[in-house]
């Protein structure tokens, strides 16, 4: 539209300014220099032919729209480039900022764990050792037989600790979850309760065990062991899981 216009009126010329505007702001940024140039040719050619005559001034005037329309066309996206720059600098560092929170917030979370695992574990199991060690020397001198019986519970809770403590190190799951299901846990620790306290532990099963998430089977676990009697005991006490 515009070369027809320049073919009819020399005064078309002026439009060839806000059309480098809209060519370099539309196009890619090569196509749009191409179209820019083409178009400073054509507005000096229609001109001079519209003048029936070529002078410098006639040249210059276009040329010098072309050039204010690069510049400030350059101007602009150097501009955008770096706004552009600084959000994603600020991006970056939101990310950053985001992943430290969130590594902060995991560790709080492991210590919590931890914590929540070592007391339900450890400190039960130093429990039961220093009364256990309580009981045998108040019974000591009089009665070394039961003393030693202490002992040795004491040296197999001190064993499981062990056990406990390895895991915390390794692994996710209680031992006693390793190698079987919740239910083969709990017969297991009734088991060894009967055994090192000298009670009637026993353990009910009724219909088929369903599987569950592992932390299910964990917390289940833990309060049995909570359950468990503290030494030292009445023989022969019965208690049921």
């Given amino acids: 539209m515009w070369l027809v216009l ?6 078309a010329v002026w439009l060839a300014f806000p059309l480098y505007f809209v060519q370099l702001h539309l196009l890619p940024r090569r196509s749009g220099l191409v179209a820019v140039l083409l178009t400073t040719a054509a507005a000096v050619v229609g001109f001079s032919i519209h003048q029936a005559a ?3 001034a006639t040249a210059i005037g276009p040329s010098l729209g072309t050039a204010v329309a690069v510049v400030w066309s350059y101007q602009a996206l150097y501009r955008e480039s770096e706004q552009r720059r600084m959000l994603i600098d600020e991006l ?63 040296r197999s809770v001190a064993v499981d600790n062990l056990g406990e403590a390895r895991r915390l190190v390794v692994a996710l799951a209680p031992p006693a979850l390793d190698d079987t299901t919740l239910a083969g846990a709990l017969e297991r620790l009734c088991a060894t309760t009967t055994d090192r306290h000298h009670i009637d532990a026993r353990f009910h099963l009724r219909g088929a065990p369903i599987g569950l998430p592992a932390e299910y ?19 022969g006490q019965p208690v049921s899981m």
């Fill in 6 to 11: 320049l073919a009819l009126s020399a005064e």
């Fill in 54 to 56: 070529f002078s410098p």
């Fill in 92 to 154: 970056t560092a939101t990310r950053a900022d985001l992943a430290a929170a969130q590594h902060s917030a995991g560790v709080l979370e492991e210590r919590e764990r931890l914590a929540r695992e070592i007391h339900d574990t450890l400190a039960q199991g130093l429990s039961s050792i220093q009364l256990l060690l309580r009981a045998a020397e108040r019974a000591l001198p009089d009665r070394v037989d039961a003393a030693a019986g202490y002992v040795g519970r004491a």
């Fill in 217 to 235: 089977e964990v917390a289940l676990l833990r309060v049995a062991h909570r359950r468990s009697p503290t030494p030292p005991v009445t023989p």
